[in-house]
């Protein structure tokens, strides 16, 4: 999985980058101090994998991973040019999914690039910015398939209506929940990778003084209310506090996060509401040699998880010995669970669940 973030200049972007890959880019209060994107890859923390190691005591444990892209500071006119402009929008184009970044606090010692602090305003910005993007592309296209479309060409007739319903959507200012589109029509148009139709998440980049009851910050709660009028879900995080941490061990972490009054780290709730955007779930192989979690769109089948590990393994899938993770849990061992009747052989048409252990039988 891919994760673009996006969001204007000197917001936290960068240090969120940081924070979420352990590196060390350039973080600097003036515009564009990110030039080329910064990609860098994040173990996903499941502390699931903590008890199966207790379980299995696996030479080695492997969790999944999400791939994150920082990219510069996106400004009014990027669209056209303006700052660095679309050479960097191009790179979050194959992302999955895209995180925006919003300031929600002042700090005289950060200049901002619109000269004050206003996430609803700075929203609006990134939004015209993705648009029009969006329509320069369409508009190069819709003339190349127009004769086609008239002629009754079946493909041409689905990629233009696709096409025409997307720049209506974007022309009337409407968002992508108010999209009503086939899934053909959006197998048909993917290759296109517009941003309009990548699912988003707000991070709300607050200061550390606000991270204990985020809903006293008024820049915070106006933006929660824009979010709730598009469906988007709104994560509030420190950006500089989880800089600040990310370096540190689990328990040094803890301390800290006590400290203001959190359980549990604001990066993890990104990753976790990434997942959730796109529908993904995690299933695990387990055994002495290794534990490794394996991420998976819900609603996959047993065939098409195995695929996931290797194509041989669906191509030649039989069954799927599976125990449910909290069944596993339970029993303590997998000999116990087996006694107890909780692993069961599945087949091809079995929907693999969030957190099933599984071990796939095949034959190529």
Known sequence: MKVGIVGLPNVGKSTLF?????????????PFATIDPNV?????NDLRLDVLFEIY?????????????DIAGLVQGASKGEGLGNQFLSHIREVDAIC????????????????SIDPLRDLEIIKIELRLADLDVIDKRIPKIEKKAKAKIKEAVLEYDALIKVRKMIEEEKHLKDLDMSE?????IKN?????????????????????????????????????????????????????????????????LEAYGLTASGLDEVIRSSYALLGL?????????????????????APQCAGIIHTDFERGFIKAETIAYDDLVEAKTPQ?????????????????????????????
């Open 18 to 30: 940081n924070a979420l890959t352990k590196s060390k880019v350039l973080a600097a209060n003036y």
């Open 184 to 188: 053909d029509e959006l197998k048909m």
């Open 40 to 44: 860098g890859v994040v173990n996903v």
């Open 336 to 364: 116990a669970a087996k006694e107890k009747g909780k692993v069961r052989l599945e087949g091809k048409e079995y929907v693999v669940k969030d957190g099933d252990i599984m071990v796939f039988r095949f034959n190529v």
């Open 100 to 115: 925006q970044v919003v300031r929600c606090f002042e700090d005289g010692n950060i200049t901002h690039v619109e000269g």
């Open 192 to 256: 296109f990778n517009l941003l309009s139709l990548k699912p988003m998440i707000y991070i709300a980049n607050l200061a550390d003084t606000d991270l204990e009851n985020p809903e006293s910050n008024h820049f915070y709660t106006r933006l929660i209310e824009k979010a709730n009028t598009e469906g988007i879900q709104v994560v509030p995080v420190s950006a500089q506090v989880e800089y600040e941490i990310a370096n540190l061990t689990k328990e040094e972490q803890l301390d800290f």
């Open 57 to 69: 005591k696996p030479e080695r444990v492997i969790p999944t991973s999400i791939e994150f892209i």
């Open 281 to 301: 779930k995690t299933y695990f192989t387990a055994g002495v040699k290794e534990v490794r979690a394996w991420t998976f769109i819900d609603g996959m089948k």
